[in-house]
């Protein structure tokens, strides 16, 4: 077959390695320019590609094409390919074809990245023989070229599930569904739920599907009596509407049981030594801990991995502590709900750091949360207006900056021994910042430098 990929990134250029490893013949088309290190391994594979442009000519002569999940539906290319009834996959598609691996699907709107990195970490540290692969930054296809694991953990967004067909995960995870990325699925909350709910659609009566109970979206649009798989729900409490696989004893004990139903004592798993942040991170926990069950770990092997474990960084990641205020860069927090989780999991008094770029934000379900745990709010955007009008009344303090530095001053000058500063923005990052990455990592800098220079917060008081 003749395989055209469009984009490449790390998805897009596994996808073509792989292809062409089994025998197809490919060309790779990126309508903007290809990194260095991509054309680099394109040239040394020997595959055809061009760079800042689609031709329209050469991508028609596709018998199938490999989209990168970035790319969206309505895109004069994909327009074009659909008139003429080209089969168009993902890169996640292409990998499940050529691989017999136990792949662990991980999908949600919150938790995706913690949820996946903490399971491989669990496998991985338990001897399995695992990799790691999807929307953490490694391509699957790639991988399978090699073939060289047992099991794959996949972190998967639902850009990359639109363009499944057949793929099978052994284990499906489903963490949440919450309004985002509505601008893709016509301003529907239903099409995206079931863009996530494609993580299932292949799945049979031997393989597991772990869901979050709790969460009143997944409920209303997963059809949960017509599907044959094996399926795990879980609570971050003991239900009696549900018979749970997974649910908290007490705060930092869970249970397990993987046949529920049947009246047997589950097996607890302390979580004690987690270093974890907040309530969605105990569920995220669980979702790690059933998928270390399934795969035959004992409570003893997953205590020991939960201790040693730490978090992909902007994720309530804890940066610094001064004059006993501690610091946390949760940046990745970039909508109302992740930003709803950091509020809720933090005990003590926070000086709260907020705003950016606004993605049409509801802040009604902040409010109770902050006024009973934010002492005050730094605005840290170019148009705090409608933070303002939300918080002002609600905090005791309120008040905005456009510098990072400043922010980070401010919030140290404002808060006493015992507290807490947290920046979880619930906004995007692109009005000061590249990406919510380098928010996180100038926020980190600057407690790094009043840490070195701690009376700089007098100065600031």
């Given amino acids: 077959m003749h395989y055209v990929i469009l984009g490449a990134a790390e998805s897009g250029v596994g996808a073509a390695l792989l292809a062409q490893a089994k025998g197809h013949t490919v060309f790779v088309s990126d309508r903007g320019p290809i990194q260095p290190r991509y054309q680099q391994k394109l040239a040394q594979a020997g595959i055809r590609f061009e760079e800042n442009q689609h031709t329209l000519e050469e991508v028609l002569k596709a018998d199938e094409v490999v989209k990168s999940p970035g790319i969206p539906k309505k895109a004069p290319v994909i327009q074009a390919l659909r008139a003429q009834g080209t089969p168009i996959i993902s890169e996640i598609e292409l990998a499940g074809r050529y691989t017999q691996a136990k792949c662990i699907g991980i999908t949600g709107t919150n938790g995706k990245t913690t949820t996946t990195l903490l399971t491989y970490h669990l496998l991985k540290e338990a001897g399995l023989n695992v990799g790691l692969a999807g929307n953490v930054g490694y391509s699957l296809a790639e991988q399978v070229v090699e073939n060289a694991h047992d099991y794959y953990v996949v972190e998967l967004s639902s850009f990359q599930l639109d363009d499944t067909y057949e793929f099978q995960p052994w284990i499906s995870v489903l963490l949440n569904i919450t309004p985002d990325h509505l601008d893709r699925y016509g301003y529907s909350l239903e099409q995206y739920a079931q863009a996530k709910l494609r993580i299932t659609q292949r799945q049979d009566s031997e393989q ?212 807490v500063v947290l920046l979880s923005p619930a906004c995007a990052s692109f009005d000061l910042f590249r990406n919510y990455e380098d928010r996180g990592r100038q926020f980190t800098a600057a407690v790094a430098e009043l840490a070195a220079n701690p009376t700089t917060k007098e100065a600031f008081g």
Avoid: M
Wanted: proline content about 5%; charged content about 20%.
């Fill in 208 to 419: 597991y599907f772990v869901y979050n109970a709790d969460d009143e979206n997944i409920q209303r649009y997963f059809p949960a009596a017509l599907r044959p798989v094996i399926q795990l729900p879980f609570s971050l409490h003991r239900r009696p509407d549900f018979q749970l696989a997974g649910y908290y004893t007490r705060e930092d004990c869970l249970c397990t049981n993987l046949v529920p139903g049947l009246g047997l004592d589950g097996e607890e798993v302390s979580v004690a030594n987690s270093p974890l942040i907040g309530q969605h991170n105990r569920q995220n926990i669980l979702a790690a801990v059933l998928c270390a069950r399934i795969a035959g770990l004992s409570a003893e092997q997953i205590e020991a991995g939960l201790a040693t474990f730490r978090n992909a960084d902007h994720r309530l990641q804890p940066v610094g502590e001064i004059n006993e205020v501690k610091f946390i860069n949760d940046s990745k927090a970039t909508n109302v709900e992740a930003a709803w989780y950091a509020l809720d999991g933090i005990r003590q008094p926070i000086i709260w750091i907020a705003g950016g770029t606004d993605k049409g934000n509801d802040y009604s379900t902040l409010v109770p949360l902050a006024a009973s745990r934010v002492k005050a709010l730094v605005c840290l955007g170019v148009d705090n207006e409608k933070l303002k009008a939300s918080f002002s009344g609600v905090v005791p303090h309120l008040e905005e900056t456009q510098s990072v530095v400043t922010a980070v001053r401010r919030a140290a000058a404002l808060a006493a021994p015992g507290d």
